[in-house]
């Protein structure tokens, strides 16, 4: 299992739950080292950005057959890749997944 932080669509508990079947553990997180890019008519993505930090919540409890539906949902590989992080949550840095944006689509013109 792992921790999956997320800052957009997925941080509205309904859609997570519709998403994957069930509830999951939830709580508060920063990510560091991270921006947050919102296009105009496009959904809302994070790339690496010195400095920087996002607002979201981290998932907690999620096992590979939730990761699948979420990577499925997030177009992963495609509009986004899923990729290893480290959240600060209730004061303690958390191992996490985080999707970041696909810098190889956008250089495609493909957004």
């Known amino acids: 299992m792992v921790s999956l932080f997320v800052y957009g669509t997925l941080v509205d ?22 921006e947050r890019v919102e296009q105009k008519g496009s959904y809302p993505y994070v790339v690496p950005r010195d400095g ?6 981290l998932l907690d409890e999620v096992d590979d057959g ?11 590989g495609a509009l986004y890749v899923r990729r290893e992080a480290v959240a600060v949550a209730d004061g303690k840095r958390v191992p996490c997944q985080v999707y970041v944006g696909n810098r190889i689509r956008e250089a495609r013109g493909r957004g």
């Open 52 to 57: 920087a930090s996002v607002a979201g919540v």
């Open 13 to 34: 508990d309904a859609r997570v739950q519709a998403v994957v079947g069930r509830r999951l553990p939830r709580r508060s997180a920063t990510l560091d080292g991270f």
């Open 66 to 76: 939730a990761l699948a539906r979420l990577d499925a949902y997030e177009d992963e």
